[in-house]
């Protein structure tokens, strides 16, 4: 199971699980210019926590998360219940030989396919979360491609953490771009169900 930690893990880093539900107000950034350059940056930090894409499809994988880990722990508890189960039928001598090592290999069998299970379900989440990576960036792109056809900047940078060690605050553009991006963004029916689902166990 250590495998999937490590991917939910990286999954929580990356989608950023919801931060807050505040929209950010649309504001007019003047471009700043150098000769001709014309430099923006958007706080990616910001932008994942306040874009509602992002927010969206952090819950689904938590949701997904918390199911693969549900799963993996039941099966795991079942496993360890008939191994030491096994274990006092041997000390008891409640076993033949021949019984003792067909019970032996069915549990060898049971944590084999246990370990499969366990890698099969984490690299399905893996890839699942790298599909939504991708699309997550690919809303970000074409949303800019339109949005700058106005705005006429010649390079837009990403800042996350200390990534940018100085800028001034007058490049920041991440609030108008979230407000564009929330602006236009439609959630699929798998997200409109997923989060229905969440709330609907909330109130329970």
């Known amino acids: 199971m250590k495998n999937l930690k490590t991917v939910l893990a990286a999954a929580c880093v990356v989608l950023c699980a919801a931060c807050g539900n505040n929209q950010p107000d649309t504001k ?25 894409f992002c927010k969206d499809y952090s819950l689904l994988l938590t949701k997904k998360g918390e199911n693969i880990r549900a799963t993996l722990n039941q099966k795991a508890k079942t496993l360890d219940n008939e191994a030491q189960d096994f274990q006092r039928k041997i000390q ?24 499969a299970l366990n890698d099969r379900l984490s690299q399905e989440f893996d890839a699942e979360t790298m599909k939504y ?7 970000i792109t074409s949303f800019l491609k339109i949005y700058n056809k106005d705005k006429g900047y010649s390079m837009i940078l990403t800042k996350a953490g200390d990534n940018m060690l100085l800028a001034d605050p007058a ?34």
């Open 28 to 52: 007019t950034v003047a471009p700043v210019a150098s000769g001709d350059l014309k430099i923006a940056y958007v706080e990616i930090d910001s932008l994942m926590s306040q874009y509602q």
């Open 92 to 115: 008891n001598n409640a076993f033949t030989q021949e019984r003792a090592e067909q019970e032996n290999a069915r549990l060898v069998k049971m944590q084999q396919d246990l370990q």
């Open 133 to 139: 990576n991708n699309a997550m960036r690919d809303s």
């Open 171 to 204: 490049l920041d553009i991440t609030a108008d771009v979230v407000a564009g991006l929330n602006k236009r963004y439609t959630p699929s029916k798998e997200l409109s169900d997923a989060n229905a689902e969440v709330k609907a166990e909330e109130k329970k």
